[in-house]
Structure formats: structure tokens, C-alpha cells
T-cell receptor, first 115, second 112 residues
Framework: ETGVTQTPRHLVMGMTNKKSLKCEQHLGHNAMYWYKQSAKKPLELMFV???????ENNSVPSRFSPECPNSSHLFLHLHTLQPEDSALYLCASSQDLDRVNTEAFFGQGTRLTVV | GNSVTQMEGPVTLSEEAFLTINCTYT??????LFWYVQYPGEGLQLLLKATKADDKGSNKGFEATYRKETTSFHLEKGSVQVSDSAVYFCALSDQGASKIIFGSGTRLSIRP
């Protein structure tokens, strides 16, 4: 069982839909992340949260809206997406934000298809 | 800035073959180095890590040694199995998990 759980595993949505991705970590970590993994492109860090505060937003379009209600849960709200937003969205967590030698723990991802 | 370069894939080997996936890095500080593995349809899992020069990380028969003199962290396994088919990512961080830099990934396919 992974310590980071993402739901749903697969999602198909139209360009006018609104949907949300959910991530929950059971590791007692203080930092959480959203990554985007597209075919033939490097992993892209989208958002970083530390103790429920957003500390990084890497030029992500406003049609992606993150929410971190507590240190265990992270959401990614989606609206009016484009077909090029189809990708695997990965959630990750780490013990702290800036502790050296600390790795990130990943969820299994949500495979998003925008039609 | 920091960067990671890993060998282009895909790599195709027969079962029980010896595996090497090359990884070199550029860093201004003293980074920690990681290998992550992504099995089909899954997220990334930490395979092994090394936090200082000459450290050897190992797990599931895989090994990698932190070579500061050659700025390398090559992944090796003596005898691969079909179940090792996956995408392997080399990564580094010198400022914590929020600043992990990933390589582009190397797809490995093992033939029975």
C-alpha cells in the first residue's frame, strides 16, 4: 500500500467540465506537490505546498487551481481544460520542504484525458 | 544551474543480462542523488539513493555509486528480470525535496 493515495486513477472530461483530483498522504509529511507527466516531456513541477501554504506556482495556467485544506490532503481543481492538458498528474509528499537528503514519495497518479 | 543527463532509451535486454543506465549530473553544491522507477501505469517509486560522495545505494539487486570525480551515478544490475521493465529516472537535489531535478527517464524493456 502506497503512503500517498490519488483518486481517481483515470478521468475523462470534456473541455467545459469541472472536476477535481484528490491526493491524500498517510506519512505525516509537511510538504505536498503536484507534478504533470506528459508523453516525451520531462516531469513538470506544478505546485508546492508546505504546511498548507502554497510556496511555489510554476507558471501554471489558472485553469488549474490547487487547494490544500490540511497537511494530509491536496486537491487539484480543473476547469475549461484543453486537450493538451491530457497527461498523468502525480501527487507527491516529503517530510519537509528544504531538508537536504529528503526524497519525495509519489502517488500512483491520475491519468487525465481531455476530450 | 543544476541538471541531470541520463542515457536515451529505450533499452532492450534479454533476461539475465547485465544492465547499466548512465546518469551524469551538474551541481554547484553537494547534492543527494536518487534513482526512481516507474512501472507501467504507476507513479514513481524511490529505488535507491546516495547522499554523499562514494556512497553506494542499493535495492532489489540494483546498485549505484555516487562518483563525485566523474559527477556520475550510473545504475547497474547484474541480472535483469522481465519484472524490471519500467522507466528509470535519475534525479538530484541539493535543497530538499521541493528542488528535485529529474532526468528525462530511460525506458527499459526486458525480453524473456
Amino acid at each position: 500500500e502506497t503512503g500517498v493515495t490519488q483518486t481517481p486513477r483515470h478521468l475523462v472530461m470534456g473541455m467545459t467540465n469541472k472536476k477535481s483530483l484528490k491526493c491524500e498522504q498517510h506519512l505525516g509529511h509537511n510538504a505536498m506537490y503536484w507534478y504533470k507527466q506528459s508523453a516525451k516531456k520531462p516531469l513538470e513541477l506544478m505546485f508546492v505546498y508546505s504546511l498548507e501554504e502554497r510556496v511555489e506556482n510554476n507558471s501554471v495556467p489558472s485553469r488549474f487551481s490547487p487547494e490544500c485544506p490540511n497537511s494530509s490532503h491536496l486537491f487539484l481543481h480543473l476547469h475549461t481544460l484543453q486537450p493538451e492538458d491530457s497527461a498523468l498528474y502525480l501527487c507527491a509528499s516529503s517530510q519537509d520542504l528544504d531538508r537536504v537528503n529528503t526524497e519525495a514519495f509519489f502517488g500512483q497518479g491520475t491519468r487525465l484525458t481531455v476530450v | 544551474g543544476n541538471s541531470v543527463t541520463q542515457m536515451e532509451g529505450p533499452v532492450t535486454l534479454s533476461e539475465e543480462a547485465f544492465l547499466t543506465i548512465n546518469c551524469t549530473y551538474t551541481a554547484t553544491g553537494y547534492p543527494s542523488l536518487f534513482w526512481y522507477v516507474q512501472y507501467p501505469g504507476e507513479g514513481l517509486q524511490l529505488l535507491l539513493k546516495a547522499t554523499k560522495a562514494d556512497d553506494k545505494g542499493s535495492n532489489k539487486g540494483f546498485e549505484a555509486t555516487y562518483r563525485k570525480e566523474t559527477t556520475s551515478f550510473h545504475l547497474e544490475k547484474g541480472s535483469v528480470q522481465v519484472s524490471d521493465s519500467a522507466v528509470y529516472f535519475c534525479a538530484l537535489s541539493d535543497q530538499g525535496a521541493s528542488k528535485i531535478i529529474f532526468g528525462s527517464g530511460t525506458r527499459l524493456s526486458i525480453r524473456p
